[in-house]
């Protein structure tokens, strides 16, 4: 293994400033942040997933026991049970020489404590990170992340055990840095109540190949009652972040968030136009549920209730779909299908977050075994049986073939991760601050309070370049 990275005088001053002066005061609470093993919660036993290919040579035990300690967001200990305690568990009984450490941090706190902890040195081994908001490429850039490629090398891996569009996302300058805990495509997904579409003589939309006029069209058919107090609405456009607004613009109309170089905002091309006409006329028409008629049990609980025909968003939702259903007694038949696509989409944005191992970890060999086992095989079956997720492996169908036929969700998952294609993201790793600026613009848009002109998307992609200007 190559020695730490040093941390140089501007690289503690960046990672000083990032803090936040509010938290100047806090650098000795972060480093204290609180610790547990891995709680030993109850799991079902069940068969591991089979490898399909042969297991990597065994690693060479540690001269002396060592503690690894692996930050996460508070709670997800509990929430995330086979990622923070089944798979650690397993892997300390593999590697009994090898104790992991838990170590959570509120999540609201998490991206500042890691950067005061960075500037204090005194960051654990392995963290979790996310690129969806730049925040892994901010990480990188700042060096509070190791390179990975000479590890996987040296113990028989390559980074062709996931996806290239993970890859992409997680390389710079031809480095890799950290291993992906997943590689989701965000909001692919359209959750659908398959009687509503019998009962107003509509043939129930395949999984795959419909187009954006289609769920046009559906949705409109399917609105019920008058303009101004539906009482069923057609569909609902899932557009709470930054995931949101590019996987339609992306797939249903072809069209790229920022140029190559994520220097400039596309957002005054022809397609950023068309998917705001076609988003637009959803919330102006009231087919989607605004605000204020979304009861307190959210739009999945309107969806079990049979008051929303179809929902778009994330992968997540299949669970609470299912829980809600559950709830209502599954009162009707219903199905996930992928996202419209045109002729020509670009790829579905690969949200990618991982679990890295730091520069500032004094067991980096062990730290990238733990790294590996949050993103192998076993990871892949673990989470998928019992959370229902993915990660970010080029075998993760194979490795959960067993789970589809309980679970077809996982399949149309698959297939949606593999058409995915990296983020072009802010060369300046301000990702939050484009979501904000999207946030607040369009929204006038879809609540009426702009109407929506050729000249409103050059003043939007003004407003997008304007952060994408200021320096790193």
Same mark, same amino acid.
């Given at each position: ?33 609180? @610790? ?5 919660t109850p ?8 490898p399909? #290919? ?27 049970v086979?990622? +923070? ?29 890691? !950067?005061?902890?960075?500037?204090? #040195? ?30 996987l ?27 992906? @805990? ?12 398959e ?8 043939? &129930? ?18 609105? @019920?009652?008058?303009k101004?107090?539906?009482? &069923? +609405?057609?569909? +609902? ?6 995931m949101?607004? +590019? ?6 109309f ?42 307190s ?36 038949k ?6 419209? #696509? ?34 192998? !095989? ?21 490795? &959960? ?15 949606c991760?593999?058409?995915?294609? @990296? ?13 904000? &600026?999207l ?11 702009v ?9 939007? #992609? ?11």
């Amino acid at each position: 293994m190559t020695a730490q990275s040093p941390m140089t005088r501007r690289r503690f001053l960046l990672l000083t400033s990032a803090a936040g002066a509010g938290l100047a005061g806090a650098a000795l609470l972060a480093a204290c942040a609180p @610790k547990a093993e891995p709680t030993a919660t109850p799991v079902p036993q069940q068969p591991a997933a089979q490898p399909t #290919k042969p297991p990597a040579p065994a690693q060479p035990a540690a001269k002396e026991p060592v503690t690894i300690q692996l930050h996460l967001r508070a709670g997800g200990e509990k929430s995330e049970v086979p990622i +923070y305690v089944t798979r650690p568990q397993e892997f300390m009984q593999e590697h009994p020489e090898i104790k992991v450490e838990l170590a959570p941090i509120p999540g609201g706190e998490y991206q500042a404590k890691i !950067q005061t902890m960075a500037a204090a #040195k005194t960051l654990g081994d392995v963290m979790w990170t996310s690129d969806v908001w730049t925040d892994h490429t901010r990480y990188v850039k700042l060096g509070i992340i190791a390179v990975v490629d000479d590890w996987l090398e040296a113990n028989g891996h390559t980074k062709d055990e996931w996806l290239p569009a993970c890859v992409d996302t997680l390389t710079h300058d031809g480095k890799m840095y950290g291993l992906p @805990k997943c590689s989701h495509p965000g909001d692919a997904y359209i959750w659908i109540n398959e009687d509503m579409f019998v009962e107003n003589g509509l043939p &129930v939309p395949e999984t795959y190949g419909n187009k954006p006029e289609q769920l046009m069209e559906w949705a409109i058919k399917l609105t @019920k009652g008058p303009k101004g107090d539906r009482e &069923v +609405y057609g569909y +609902y456009p899932h557009f709470g972040h930054i995931m949101a607004f +590019y996987n339609p613009l992306r797939g249903a109309f072809g069209g790229l968030e920022l140029n190559d170089e994520g220097t400039k905002s596309l957002a005054d091309s022809d397609e950023w136009y068309e998917w705001m006409k076609w988003t637009t006329y959803f919330y102006v028409e009231n087919i989607a549920p605004k605000g204020e008629a979304v009861p307190s049990g959210g739009r999945e609980a309107m969806f079990a209730a049979g008051k929303l025909a179809m929902h778009g968003n994330q992968r997540y939702m299949n669970r609470r779909v299912k829980l809600a259903m559950q709830e209502a007694g599954n009162p009707f038949k219903w199905k996930a299908i992928q996202v419209p #696509k045109c002729d020509k989409p670009v790829g579905w944005t690969a949200c990618v977050d991982t679990h890295s191992v730091t520069t500032f970890s004094k067991h980096p060999n062990e730290a990238h075994m733990l790294e590996y086992a949050l993103a192998d !095989q076993r990871f892949t079956y673990l989470v998928a049986r019992d959370i229902g997720y993915l990660g970010g492996r080029v075998d993760d169908g194979e490795t &959960v073939k067993d789970l589809i036929k309980d679970d077809p969700f996982l399949a149309l998952q698959y297939q949606c991760m593999i058409e995915e294609r @990296k983020f072009n993201q802010p060369a300046n790793a301000r990702g939050r601050e484009v979501e904000t &600026v999207l946030k607040n613009e369009l929204d006038k848009v879809w609540l009426g309070e702009v109407e929506l002109t050729k000249d409103f998307m050059k003043q939007l #992609k003004a407003k997008i370049d304007e952060v994408l200007a200021k320096p790193f």
